[in-house]
């Protein structure tokens, strides 16, 4: 368990310094220069060479890379270009907002999920079954920007029960909760579905039936249990996915998390927000990848870490 | 008020430029009460020497103050910090008397120490601010600028109020400049307590000072109880926030949540808020100080060549374009907008004929067509634009490809000159101050022409050039409008050659909620976008 651990951290450290070389890499070929936007339309070609050399920009691409990464060492992810402000300060204002709609987002997208997945197993092959799985593929594929502004005119403008974009209370997390949520929750419905469909198959439950358990104690005691093991194990890798949703849906929403800070950084070749929220997002998704195979062990004693 | 009165007499008499009378307050105005103001995108930095976007613009001006300023809701300049102020007959010395008791928002008074300091600090290349080049006129600006010393030569205190600014060059638009954010005049112990974080730590002596920032959510402004500007401002508060998207703004102005949707009715949203007369009547039309031109690139195939940049020019259907926009703009004729002085009323730009633009063509010897790129920002409307342009291009055998690209990229094209043609949509050019040399330098002179520079065109003529600077040299306020003529004649000789297609001077509307009070021109005030803080009102 010891060496696993430690293989596993080391994979991890070396996943993320790769992602951070890439996207540097890839922030330095683009073709627009930072300094011209911080120079502004007015500068002179001497005013934009000072800042170029006052920000360490007219360096190679290994000293900047290096410096980078040795600030990074110390926890230093650097001062944004155009707020001026330190990148690390900047995420860590936004980082509980969007921690706390991917908690929800997350129970919301089981919640719904594993229950139609129960559902449309026990009704396997009859019309519920069938609408539901078409119902979980539209919620898979529809544009989340699309489904963001639908639910918002329809619960806030039209008939008023939450607060049109916003945060700080419970009713603004439910509508962009559950936006990121119906997106997860396709996929969570066609796992459970599928996983539960196998457990039902199995010896096991045959005997729990024979031995004159009641349906309704044969599902939640012994089938869900079994059938929710790869489901759980998914969360991990969803977060990956939700840094993807997050973007779009904190736009429309309003929702002062990370993602509307890296779609304005973006926009605006921040190139010090864009390393930050990348790296901590790759953060996120590694850490909840390695997490997720810590724990897998626990759920189903059948898996064991080498 | 009589020293007032007599610098604004004084400044009349030398009449250089317009200089407003004193403003006149607005009767019906209430003091007290709050707004919300919402924006999509965070605000950047409230650092006068760094700030320069449209959204952060109005708000460090309603933090900070500079020597001078603008009459509200008008392009006439006034004094501002300066209680009063000489410039001496060449136009290389002025001499800024300031007002006493004016106190910062730390309560500390304000002197002419300060004012050193500050314009010391926005050209000092350490603190990478976007508009050092304006201050290019003074005397020493290069020392520093190059970082040989760090206080500028030309800006001296002579007494505990009064600074004597001396300028390398005679500079007609001097008095503007200092009027700019930029000028603003900020407190050396409070800099140099809050270090880089200045901007997030703002202290001036505007009327209102930051009470409150939560970092991607919003920001709280409070009345400055001590503001020199007797009376002012009415508002006790304003909320900016932000991450609020146009559409989500309106949804909520409509909700009577929010006052202004600081980012406009969104297009979509546009036709249908003007076909309702309730809506339409919280909408504030005006102008601005802007236009949109095509650029042709004089240095690359086929636009080396003056006729098809002519042709180009009689090819485009503004009309046409302004309808994609929803009717929010005017077609242009020349770089200037009508309301900037300097404009020549008179001329009636490139009529759209498209058999005369074939026939140029022809002459140019592009019978059979050609083929170019035309790059335009990807933010709408800017896309559709383009393909307007593109297909009445193609009535003249030029097949335009577009390229579609982020808005840094599309500056990084135009800078190195690797452009054929932009549409400067999103992008350029609206005028830092109304004066006619803001329209050339940067976008039309050689200086701009340069690696980088905003001259996409890269049109650069020696002889305008030493035009505008003998125009510019104007400071005798009896030759005001000889300096405006010429001005007027280096813009058609610019038209002649063509290195722009002109397109349209956009419009702008404001919308606001039902409660707001205040004169319509503080709501498309020139200066102030989208609204002059410091003197609108609630009426309940």
């Known amino acids: 368990m010891g060496a696993y651990l430690l293989r596993r951290l080391v994979q991890s450290a070396l996943i993320l310094l790769g992602v951070s070389f890439i996207t540097y890499v890839l922030l330095f070929i683009l073709p627009a220069d930072p300094v011209r936007q911080i120079a502004g339309r007015s500068a002179t070609a001497a005013t934009v060479e000072s800042i170029r050399r006052e920000l360490g920009l007219d360096q190679p691409f290994v000293v900047q890379y290096g410096r980078y990464l040795w600030n990074l060492l110390q926890l230093d992810l650097g001062r944004s270009y155009l707020q001026r402000s330190e990148v690390s300060e900047l995420i860590a204002a936004r980082l509980p907002a969007t921690l706390l709609l991917m908690g929800a987002a997350i129970l919301c997208e089981l919640l719904i999920g594993i229950t139609l997945g129960i559902v449309a197993a026990l009704w396997r092959g009859r019309a519920l079954d069938q609408g539901l799985m078409i119902l979980s593929f539209v919620a898979v594929s529809a544009p989340q920007f699309v489904v963001s502004l639908l639910l918002l005119y329809v619960f806030a403008v039209q008939l008023g029960w939450f607060p049109i974009g916003g945060y700080g209370t419970f009713e603004h997390l439910v509508l962009p909760a559950l936006t990121l949520g119906l997106l997860g929750s396709g996929w969570y419905a066609r796992m459970m579905r599928s996983s539960m469909i196998d457990v039902l198959r199995a010896d096991f439950i045959r005997t729990a039936r024979a031995i004159g358990l009641t349906r309704t104690r044969v599902i939640l005691r012994h089938a869900l249990p079994n059938a929710i093991l790869p489901v759980i194990a998914m969360i991990g890798i969803d977060i990956g996915i939700f840094m993807g949703g997050i973007v779009v849906v904190e736009s429309v929403f309003g929702w002062p998390g990370i993602g509307q800070l890296a779609w304005q950084a973006i926009q605006r070749v921040d190139i010090p927000i864009i390393m930050g929220v990348t790296l901590v997002s790759a953060f996120a998704i590694v850490a909840g990848n390695l997490l997720a195979d810590l724990v897998a062990p626990f759920i189903d004693p059948r898996i064991k870490l080498r | ?540």
């Open chain 2, 1 to 540: 008020m009589n020293r007032l009165l007599a610098s604004t007499a004084l400044a009349l008499a030398l009449g250089l430029p317009a200089v407003a009378q004193e403003y006149v307050p607005d009767p019906a105005a209430t003091m007290g009460g709050g707004i919300v103001v919402t924006y999509k995108d965070d605000v950047a930095t409230l650092d006068p020497a760094i700030g320069y976007d449209w959204q952060n613009w109005s708000m460090i001006k309603s933090l900070f103050d500079g020597l001078m300023d603008y009459a509200p809701g008008t392009t006439e300049l006034r004094p501002g910090l300066a209680d009063s102020y000489t410039i001496s007959e060449d136009g290389l010395v002025y001499t800024f008397t300031l007002r006493s008791g004016v106190m910062f928002h730390n309560g500390r008074e304000m002197t002419a120490e300060d004012v050193k300091y500050s314009l010391d600090r926005v050209t000092t290349p350490a603190t990478l601010s976007p508009g050092a080049g304006f201050f290019a006129s003074i005397a020493g600006f290069d020392a520093v600028a190059s970082g040989e010393t760090d206080s500028l030569s030309g800006v001296a205190v002579t007494g505990p109020l009064e600074v004597q600014i001396t300028l390398a060059r005679p500079d007609a638009t001097f008095l503007h400049v200092m009027a700019l954010n930029f000028a603003s005049v900020v407190p050396r112990e409070a800099v140099e307590a809050a270090g880089d974080d200045f901007g997030r730590q703002p202290v001036g002596t505007g009327a209102f000072s930051l009470a409150d920032w939560t970092l991607g959510q919003s920001l709280t402004f409070v009345r400055n109880e001590n503001y020199w500007r007797e009376g002012l401002p009415y508002l006790d508060q304003i909320t900016f926030e932000v991450g609020q998207e146009p559409i989500v703004a309106l949804l909520r102005l409509q909700n009577g949540e929010v006052d202004v949707p600081g980012d406009g009715i969104p297009p979509a949203k546009f036709q249908e808020v003007m076909d309702d007369p309730a809506q339409a009547a919280q909408v504030v039309q005006g102008g601005q100080l802007h236009t949109g031109y095509l650029t042709m690139n004089v240095n690359l195939a086929p636009f080396d060549n003056v006729a098809v940049r002519q042709a180009v020019n009689m090819a485009i259907n503004k009309d046409r374009i302004i309808q994609i926009i929803n009717g929010r703009a005017d077609p242009a004729t020349q770089p200037l907008p009508d309301s900037m002085p300097g404009y020549t009323a008179d001329y009636a730009g490139y009529a759209y004929d498209v058999e005369a633009a074939r026939a140029l063509m022809a002459e140019a010897g592009f019978a059979d067509g050609v083929e170019t790129e035309l790059f335009v920002m990807n933010t709408d409307p800017n896309p559709r634009i383009a393909q307007a342009i593109q297909a009445d291009l193609a009535e003249i055998g030029i097949t335009a490809n577009i390229q579609n690209l982020a808005q840094a990229n599309v500056i990084e094209a135009g800078g190195a000159g690797t452009a054929p043609m932009i549409w400067s949509g999103g992008m350029a050019w609206i005028a830092d101050f109304p004066d006619p040399a803001n329209f050339y330098a940067p976008i039309l002179g050689c200086a701009g022409a340069g690696d980088g520079g905003w001259n996409w065109s890269k049109y650069c003529r020696e002889d305008l050039d030493a035009m505008a600077a003998a125009a510019d040299a104007i400071v005798d306020p009896a030759m005001a409008e000889e300096r405006l003529a010429a001005w007027s004649e280096i813009y058609m000789a610019v038209m002649e050659d063509a290195p722009w297609a002109p397109v349209f001077n956009e419009l702008r509307y404001t919308m606001r909620s039902p409660r707001m009070g205040g004169a319509d021109a503080l709501y498309v005030d020139p200066v102030s976008i989208p609204v002059n803080y410091d003197y609108v009102y609630v009426t309940e």
